[in-house]
């Protein structure tokens, strides 16, 4: 079957722009996460969605980041007015419940470049 | 934030030697996962021990968890060139659900 797909793989923007970035999850997971990964550094918490609850936003680094999860399956992360410092390749997993219990399945990223 | 670290940073062996990689957490844990990435993209997960276990095994994988030392260790038996990546632990300290990740090891393993 399909693993978690993200797109696009690569973005080049200037600061300043808009991005939206999109993150098709495995179907029947039901959790949803997006991590960011700077270079050479570990994964950092963005954000949670677990079927129809409200999302957990606490890791999110400023009011410039906001994700949807429509019909409990794609999401969207958006950055608003980008920075330089939000280069990074952002991730997205996904999982059949919430909980650390479960494996996580990682999409292939896609590589924010603000210019 | 990050809360698992792992040691050594980076490790360089031959294919056949065996590579084990170090994680510390700082609080108490439900579970610790361990994953792979390649060239810096998607993680792969390779194995998940709970907080009541103690090793598990995984093929040529083997992890032990002292819950009492708050550490982990990942043991890669006769190293493949293919082994090649960056090596994650993840804890659920704080959380129920988001994973901490440390910043990873880097293996390398030469033919």
């Known amino acids: 079957g399909a693993g978690v797909s993200q797109s696009p793989s690569n973005k080049v923007t200037e600061k300043g722009k808009d991005v939206e970035l999109r993150c098709d999850p495995i179907?029947?997971?039901?959790?949803l996460y997006w991590y960011r990964q700077s270079l050479g550094q570990g994964l950092e918490f963005l954000i949670y969605f677990q079927g129809n609850s409200a999302p957990d936003k606490s890791g999110l680094p400023s009011d410039r980041f906001s994700a949807e999860r429509t019909g409990g399956s794609v999401s969207t992360l958006t950055i608003q007015r980008t920075q330089q410092e939000d280069s990074a390749v952002y991730l997205c997993a996904s999982s059949w419940t919430s909980g650390s219990r479960d494996e996580q399945f990682f999409g292939p990223g896609t590589r924010l470049t603000v210019l | 934030s990050q809360q698992g670290e792992e040691d050594p940073q980076a490790l360089s062996i031959q294919e056949g030697e065996n590579a084990t990689m170090n994680c510390s957490y700082k609080t108490s844990i439900n579970n610790l996962q361990w994953y792979r990435q390649n060239s810096g993209r998607g993680l792969v997960h390779l194995i998940l021990?709970?907080?009541?276990?103690r090793e598990k095994h995984s093929g040529r994988l083997r992890v032990t968890l002292d819950t009492s030392k708050k550490s982990s260790s990942l043991l890669i038996t006769a190293s493949r060139a293919a082994d090649t990546a960056s090596y994650f632990c993840a804890t659920d300290e704080n959380s129920g659900y988001a994973l901490n990740f440390g910043k990873g090891t880097s293996l390398l393993v030469t033919p």
């Open positions: 179907s029947g997971h039901t959790a």
């Open positions: 021990i709970r907080s009541n276990e």
